[in-house]
Structures are given as C-alpha cells and as structure tokens.
C-alpha cells in the first residue's frame, strides 16, 4: 500500500476524505462553490482518486473517477490501477477498469512496473485473473522480469498457474533467469512442479547446466527430490566436466536427505563409476571427508547390487536352458 499523509487543513479536506472513505464529504465538497479541485495532490503526487483507490473505498473510487480523472500519475509515475493493485484492493481495480483505464508502465524509479506485475509480484491471484485481458503478460520491470517471473519467484501458485499459459517462458530476467529457474533458485517446489510440464528437464540451458545441476549450484536445494526422478543423473555440463553429483560434491552439498538423490543408484539409470570416483576424489580434495565417504559407500553398495544382478541373471538364463533341453 502507498503511504499517505494525514490532512488537517481546509485545503487537503478532499485528500483526508478519499483517504478515511468519507463519501459523502466528497460529495459535499464537490458540490461546494467554490468545489474543491478534484485534482489536489498530497506530498507524494497522489489524488483523491488514488488515496481512495490505495485504502480499498470503492464508493469513493466511484464518485471520484470522473472529476479527477485516470490519466494522472504520482510521483513514482503510478496511476489509480497500479495504486490500487499495489495495494490488493479487487474491487477498486475492477471498477478502474471498467471505467476505460488502459495499461501504464511506472517510471523506472518505482521498477518500471505494470498492475499486472505489482500483482503479480505479490500474489494477489484474484488481481491477476481481472488484469490479463488489459495488460502485456510479457512486459518486462526494470530488472527484465515479466509477471510470471516475478510470480514464480515469489511461490504464489495460483498466479504462475493463470499467467504461465500466456506468457513466453524462454523469457529471461537480468541473471538469465526462466520463471522455472527463478522458482528453483527460490526453493518454490509447488511453482517446480506445475512448471516442469513445459521444461526439458535434460536440456543443457545458457548456464551450461540442466535444472537440476542449477537447483545445486544456486541453492535450490528443495527442489532436487523434484527434479531427479526426471533427470538422467548422468548428463554432462557444457563444458563435459560435471554431472549432478560431482557438482554436489565440490559444493560440500550435505543437506539430510538431498545429497541421498544424487547418489549411485537413486534412480532408473546406473552412474558409471568413473563419475562417481570423480565425485568422491572432489570432495576429498575440499575436504568434505563425510560426503567422500557417502558416496563411496553408496557406489560400492549399488555396484555390489549390479553384480548380484548379473548373477541372478545368468543364474536365471541357466535355468531356463536346462528347462528347455529337458524338453
């Protein structure tokens, strides 16, 4: 919500009663000859309209939309939607809209934002669901994030499930950062999961890296058990020099119950155990001596598996070969 000033002089009368919800003074002191100036500005250059629209008075909003008008701005270039969205006042913006406004960008002082990402940003699901027809889901603040992003990166669910169908999903903030990684990279596990649908979990991405080599290298630490059922634990950086758990490794990536994901064996596919005595020789070389240590215990327990495997198998094909020649 905008901060507002407290008026008690006969000037700023029209200001105090937009910002208390104080209709019928409004109405009195429009009526008024002289009429106050619905266009009266407080220290920060917001109107009536805008104080009424920031504190949720509706009844307010309504009177004043005519007489002040929707095309002014404050002094961080906001107008009444932005306000109004800034603040989560629903029924402010829907009357806002229904009025004629039309999509603003804030200066950039204030994040060059739009109602939209203002919602957005704060999970203001209701908000976002009445300002998509009106806006650009691929606007970009200051900091090159769209709505989306910004949704993702604040965990708020339900908005990235109504903008993530709209909205480019290649589009990158000022790290490099996709809504999927910038959901990954903020530990949002519920954002991960509605997102990975549009993601190739074992693509290589700008960072050299697939998202779950992302997840450990930024700290997004909770979304490893996401992603790895997904992920060939196998695949190789860019540069060809670490997969998942080398890069763990080197990381002294420790977490109870994370670093378990990466080992040998975790999931459907082997890791050949040459990246396992690199991943083990990294973290001795660190130091990590309880992390060299788990993860030899895990190859040597998996690989002793894949043995018994072997011989349960061949044990199996015997069996059937004397079936068949008894036949």
Not at 161 to 188: W, Y
Not at 190 to 195: G, K, M, N, Q, T
Not at 214 to 231: E, K, M, N
Not at 305 to 327: H, P, T, Y
């Amino acid at each position: 919500m905008i901060a507002v000033t407290t008026y008690t002089s006969a000037p700023d009368a029209l200001l105090e009663a937009a910002r208390v919800g104080d209709r019928q003074s409004i109405l009195n002191l429009l009526a008024a000859n002289p009429p106050a100036n619905p266009k009266a500005r407080d220290a920060r250059g917001n109107t009536p309209l805008m104080l009424a629209a920031a504190s949720g008075h509706v009844d307010c909003v309504n009177v004043l939309i005519k007489p002040c008008g929707l095309r002014w701005v404050n002094d961080m270039g906001m107008d009444a939607l932005m306000v109004a969205a800034n603040a989560g006042q629903a029924q402010c913006v829907a009357a806002l809209m229904g009025d004629g406004m039309t999509e603003r960008v804030s200066s950039k002082q204030s994040g060059s934002h739009t109602a939209l990402t203002l919602a957005a940003t704060r999970g203001y699901t209701r908000l976002v669901e009445l300002l998509i027809p009106l806006s650009n889901p691929d606007h970009q603040n200051t900091n090159r994030r769209t709505a989306l992003i910004l949704a993702s990166k604040g965990g708020h669910l339900d908005c990235v499930k109504l903008l993530a169908p709209i909205t480019n999903r290649r589009t990158t903030d000022e790290f490099g950062n996709t809504a999927f990684l910038s959901a990954i990279a903020s530990n949002h596990t519920d954002c991960v999961s509605h997102l990975m649908q549009f993601e190739d979990l074992n693509l290589i991405g700008d960072f050299g890296w697939n998202p779950l080599m992302f997840a450990i290298w930024s700290g997004g630490h909770d979304c490893i058990p996401v992603l790895r059922p997904y992920t060939d634990i196998g695949t190789l950086s860019i540069d060809r020099k670490e997969n998942a758990l080398t890069l763990a490794a080197g990381m002294g990536l420790r977490k109870p119950g994370v670093l378990e994901w990466l080992m040998p064996g975790s999931g459907p596919e082997p890791l050949d155990a040459y990246h396992c005595l690199k991943a083990e020789k990294k973290a001795r070389r660190r130091n990590f001596v309880d992390i060299a240590d788990r993860i030899r215990a895990a190859a040597a327990a998996f690989h002793q598996k894949l043995e018994l495997e072997k011989i349960c198998d061949a044990s199996d094909r015997e069996l059937i070969n004397q079936r068949s020649r008894r036949l």
